[in-house]
């Protein structure tokens, strides 16, 4: 005589059977091992100045963004990578065309290039954000205006004075004004600029003397994207 726990053998083997059956038709079936769907998005704008003149050749960069979290770090850190770069034409305009990646978080359009961007005449434009226009895909506007340095007026008229080819011009138009002068006698005078790191002895038309004294720009926090690296075992990337 079969016991009741024998009886019921036979029915959830019955069930088991029929689940993987159903899992084996799912896994089989048209489309179940199909890729998700790109998401395009085309990002196209204009850079003027504050007069509203087109500003060609200007680097405009698309930046996407995460936080990498480390399992022996005690605090997690943002990480941004270019995604991609273009220049504007002749009529100020540029158009930057990329998909949607999943494991970033949010998207940034950056308005400069720090290796090429003008900081004595202009303001560092500010980043502007189109992650939320760019979720379904499309295309979405982004314009900038690059806004004058206030020190430009009193840089330009000191260029015109000292002539744009002599050293103390091409000094003005690559660091801008000096953070304080001071006359070391003999017909020297010392320009310190704090934030490039640097101070230069001048004598007559000459720069005599260049001194480094320690800081300088910092390097921006994004990254421009490099061949795909292997991640890291101890990190974990949070894409929300």
């Keep these: 005589m079969r016991t009741s726990r024998e009886r019921r053998q036979p029915v959830w083997r019955g069930i088991a059977i029929a689940a993987g059956l159903l899992a084996v038709a799912v896994f089989q079936s048209p489309g179940a ?11 196209r704008g204009v850079v003027t ?17 995460r936080t990498i979290h480390k399992l022996k770090a005690p605090r997690s850190q ?8 273009t220049m504007t ?14 494991s970033f978080h949010a998207y940034f359009v950056r308005f400069f290039e720090p290796a090429l961007f003008d900081g004595v005449k202009y303001l560092v434009p500010s980043d502007l954000e189109i992650t939320r226009q760019s979720e379904k895909g499309g295309v979405v506007e982004a314009h900038a205006v690059l806004r004058l340095h206030p020190d430009w ?4 008229a000191l260029i015109a ?7 103390r011009g091409q000094i003005l138009r690559s660091l801008g004004l000096p953070k304080h002068k001071e006359d070391l006698g003999e ?38 994207a490099a061949s795909p690296e292997q991640p890291d075992p101890e990190e974990r990337v949070n894409d929300r």
């Design 33 to 43: 091992w199909a890729a998700r769907p790109e998401t395009i998005v085309t990002v």
């Design 89 to 102: 034409d002749g009529e100020g305009r540029f158009e930057l065309e990329f998909s949607l990646d999943p």
């Design 78 to 85: 943002d990480q941004g990578v270019e995604e991609k770069r």
């Design 187 to 224: 017909g020297r005078e010392l320009w310190v600029f704090e934030a490039a790191g640097v101070s230069y002895v001048i004598e007559g038309e000459k720069v005599v003397e260049t001194r480094k004294t320690g800081g300088g720009a910092q390097p921006e926090a994004a990254t421009p």
């Design 49 to 65: 100045d504050a007069t509203g003149a087109a500003v060609a050749g200007h680097t405009v960069r698309l930046i996407k963004t």
């Design 161 to 167: 004075e000292y002539g744009a080819a002599s050293p």
């Design 153 to 156: 007026p009193q840089v330009k």
